[in-house]
């Protein structure tokens, strides 16, 4: 298994975003129960990257919103302390950050920040501005943020199951080039698949490794790297290659 095929790691902290009511086309919007994702998991796998030398991103994010979660912060030092070559990154709401706030993650060893910026359009405005400034005070600290002209952008993912095929023969490189854990410690094909119907193996149970080594997400890798989208009934309908 050759790691520097990955380049995304994206740990699903829980199910639980505040914002989610706001957005129904969300898939946390359609969360029941809350689901965390046990430490023991995000250790686990933590601990797996930095035996492999993982130099690639850490997302602390799939559909959680990764500021709501108590540990956020200690699995940023986790990363920061072991894996002192892989990228630690949170997509966040920018109504939970000040300058305070992002110090302490900058601290703690977050190395990538996405803003999404929600409100009037006014609003987004004078958020754009600060990030502006937030820019300014942390030089070389990757953060971006959607223009304030655009509405939040959550792609239409909660009908992909049932709509029409599509003839695309694109490769894809996921479920490889990123890894996507879920908030029950399943690796799942990609983040397209928010109902999680596609599981490969437990991070709770199983190494990474053996997981990506399974004869099922090889067969199913092998296929969509060829750009055969019969890989997955949900590949047959997706429109993005990664
Ligand atoms: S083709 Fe689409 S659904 Fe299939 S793995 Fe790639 S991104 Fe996910």
């Known amino acids: 298994m050759n790691w520097d095929e990955v380049k995304v790691v994206a740990l699903e902290l829980s199910n639980y975003c505040p914002m989610a009511s706001q957005h129904p086309q969300c898939p946390a919007s359609l969360v029941k129960e809350l689901t965390i994702l046990s430490i023991f998991s995000v250790r686990r796998v933590l601990f797996e990257l930095k035996a492999h030398d993982y130099k690639g991103t850490i997302n602390l994010h799939r559909y959680n919103e990764p500021m709501a979660d108590p540990r956020l912060f200690s699995i940023l030092r986790i990363c920061r302390d072991h894996l002192p070559h892989a990228r630690p990154a949170i997509s966040t709401n920018a109504q939970f ?5 992002l110090l302490e993650l900058v601290g703690a060893g ?51 199951y049932e709509a029409p095929c599509l003839d695309l023969h694109e490769p894809c490189g996921e479920p490889l080039s990123q890894i996507n854990i879920s908030c029950e410690g399943d690796v799942v094909l990609c983040c397209r698949d928010w109902q ?35 890989a997955t009934e949900l590949c047959r309908r997706c429109a993005t290659a990664r």
């Open 97 to 101: 950050l000040n300058q305070g706030v």
């Open 110 to 160: 977050l190395e990538r920040l996405h803003v999404s910026l929600y409100g009037s359009r006014q609003e987004r405005e004078q958020l754009a501005h600060k990030m502006v400034d937030w820019q300014l005070a942390f030089p070389g600290f990757e953060m971006t943020w959607q223009h304030p002209a655009n509405k939040p952008l959550i792609d239409n993912f909660l009908q992909i």
């Open 196 to 230: 999680n119907r596609y599981k490969f193996g437990n991070v709770g149970l199983h190494s990474l490794n053996n997981i990506i080594e399974s004869d099922e997400f090889q067969r199913i890798h092998s296929l969509l790297s060829a750009g055969d989208r019969s």
